[in-house]
């Protein structure tokens, strides 16, 4: 069992949707979680940085951490074309690396 | 504000030949740098990560090494290519551990 399972997708949404990304995990001692954004053929751009369980928002971008359920979430309120990318999460403990999801491949039908 | 480069973007060499990748970073001291590998579907596997000068950590038995000559230099080498080094290539800081995590944009290696 991979320690962060994230559905590859593809997942098509048309724009203006609200967007759920998941990703689950089996480690309890996970503390930190980030969600990152990547354009084809670009580097991860860092999109979500919490700690623990409970949600935080920036902009259109939710992020949602449930620790008892080892369930962690992005939200995208009204969702653009430009929203197209894959989406990383990504969490750690301690001074531990950080262990990724393989990443979803979103698509924003104008 | 911070920045990391990294060159080059795109990159083509046959099996056999040296590689030499290099990540700078700028506007911050004695960073913790680190080399990705992300295979199309695989996700980001760790590479190498370094906490200073001279100091490498190897996550994963390969073809591949790395060094840091300088503080914000992180150079990532070969000295014979296989085809399954073809990949994208991520450098990637932090200020230490429990800090974010930056990527720099990514070189597209082809061996062939």
């Known amino acids: 069992q991979k320690e962060v399972e994230q559905d590859p997708g593809p997942l098509s949404v048309p724009e203006g949707a609200i967007v759920s990304l998941n990703c689950t995990y089996s480690?309890?001692?996970?503390?930190?979680f980030m969600w990152y954004r990547q354009y084809s053929r670009k580097g991860p751009e860092l999109l979500m940085y919490t700690y623990s369980s409970g949600n935080k928002e920036d902009g259109r971008f939710t992020a949602q951490v449930d620790k008892s359920s080892k369930y962690i979430s992005l939200f995208i309120r009204d969702s653009q074309p430009s929203d197209s990318a894959t989406y990383l999460c990504?969490?750690?403990?301690?001074?531990?690396?950080?262990?990724f999801g393989t990443g979803t491949r979103l698509t924003i039908i104008p | 504000s911070q920045t990391i480069h990294q060159w080059p973007a795109t990159l083509v060499q046959p099996v056999g030949s040296p590689l030499s990748l290099e990540c700078t970073v700028e506007?911050?001291?004695?960073?913790?740098l680190y080399w990705y590998r992300q295979a199309a579907g695989r996700g980001l596997q760790l590479l190498f990560y370094s906490v200073g000068i001279g100091q490498i950590s190897s996550e994963v038995p390969q073809n591949l090494s790395a060094s840091r000559p300088q503080d914000r230099q992180f150079i990532l080498s070969s000295k014979k290519l296989l085809l399954s080094d073809s990949g994208f290539y991520l450098c990637?800081?932090?200020?230490?551990?429990?800090?974010?995590?930056?990527f720099g944009s990514g070189t597209q290696l082809s061996v062939l």
């Open positions: 480690n309890s001692a996970f503390q930190y």
């Open positions: 506007g911050t001291s004695n960073p913790n």
């Open positions: 990637a800081w932090s200020g230490g551990p429990n800090e974010k995590l930056f």
């Open positions: 990504a969490t750690f403990f301690g001074n531990e690396k950080l262990t």
